[in-house]
Nanobody, 128 residues
Framework: QVQLVESGGDLVQPGGSLRVSCVAS???????????MAWYRQAPGEPRQFVAKITSRGTTNYVDFLKGRFTISRDNARNTVYLQMNNLQPEDTAVYFCNARGVTTGRGARRDRYLEAWGQGTLVTVSS
């Protein structure tokens, strides 16, 4: 199995910045590669929505209305993805979820492939 653990969620004032992180690990063995890592968010009473994605080669994709304020990055050596959020507004309040697709794990000569994994989320609250 693949485990994703998010961190960094906090209460921040409007106009502030915050960086959330997500570390991927294998329940058995280690991770050899992750194709895509992404962030989604879910506000209270709303469906989960896509925020940003980054491929293993660093190609990024954002939802249009967040371009310019949010930046996704990743550290492949640490199996970690980040989301830098600037000029946060109350409407950015949500639980932010990490997503990984195309994960290869293994131990010794064994390799396992997982299509998708989700983290438990980290809460970002923007309020004065």
């Amino acid at each position: 199995q693949v485990q994703l653990v998010e961190s960094g969620g906090d209460l921040v004032q409007p106009g502030g910045s915050l960086r959330v992180s997500c570390v991927a690990s294998a329940a058995s063995g280690r991770i050899f590669s992750i194709d895509d890592m992404a962030w989604y968010r879910q506000a209270p009473g709303e469906p989960r929505q896509f925020v940003a994605k980054i491929t293993s080669r660093g190609t990024t994709n954002y939802v249009d209305f967040l371009k310019g304020r949010f930046t996704i990055s990743r550290d492949n050596a640490r199996n970690t993805v980040y989301l830098q959020m600037n000029n946060l507004q109350p409407e950015d309040t949500a639980v932010y979820f990490c997503n990984a697709r195309g994960v290869t794990t293994g131990r010794g000569a064994r390799r396992d492939r997982y299509l998708e994994a989700w983290g438990q989320g980290t809460l970002v609250t923007v309020s004065s």
